[in-house]
């Protein structure tokens, strides 16, 4: 599986930027943004995992897997991802973020481990912490098999219908 990516996180730190503070304009001050942000990024993580019934639901007679509905969920939490980097001030980074997929290989491993970054970067907030969380969780993207244009096109697409809900009151 080849691990390089070609993806261009200074856009997308921009676009998210520009998208947050959208955002915190028209709405109240929020108390706890980073956990706030945390918590929706677990929450797109289990939209994900109903998109891909492998990872989580064993018991399930239907293992179909709708990859098109998975990719969106996939770039919601990028979305977010994003967001609670720039909480952070993880941007501009210091190295090209490197997909990390755990050697068991397998999608509910890889999600366990997300998870754990996850938990991990709640209760150590550092840019470390996230550093890694964005490795495990391009890893996963890797795992599902997304391509890094898929992953572009959607984000962009999705930043801009975002956009667009803010600007009429979503």
């Known amino acids: 599986m080849d691990n390089r990516l070609n993806l261009d996180f200074t856009t997308y730190f921009q676009l998210q930027d520009e998208l947050d503070c959208m955002i915190m304009n028209r ?4 108390d706890h943004l980073l956990e706030r942000r945390i918590m929706a990024l677990l929450t797109e993580l289990g939209e994900l995992s109903n998109e891909v019934p492998e990872m989580v639901k064993y ?4 293992q179909q897997r ?4 998975a990719l969106e969920e996939f770039v919601d939490g990028l979305h977010f991802i ?3 980097g720039l909480l952070l001030e993880v941007s501009p980074l210091p190295r090209q973020p490197k997909p990390w997929i755990t050697n068991h290989q397998t999608l509910d491993v890889q999600l ?3 998870y754990r970054s996850i ?3 709640s209760q150590n907030p550092s840019k470390p ?4 969380m964005l490795d495990v969780y391009l890893g996963l993207g890797k795992q599902l ?13 999705k930043n801009a219908i975002n956009r667009e809900r803010q600007n009429n009151g979503y």
């Not at 709405?27 to 929020?30: A, L, M, N």
């Not at 709708?66 to 509905?69: K, L």
């Open 27 to 30: 709405c109240q001050p929020v």
């Open 59 to 62: 018991w399930s007679q239907n």
């Open 66 to 69: 709708r990859d098109h509905f």
């Open 82 to 84: 994003l967001s609670i």
């Open 112 to 114: 366990w481990e997300l």
């Open 119 to 121: 938990f991990n970067l």
């Open 129 to 132: 912490n996230w550093y890694w």
């Open 145 to 157: 098999q997304f391509s890094d244009a898929d992953i572009d096109w959607t984000y962009q697409h």
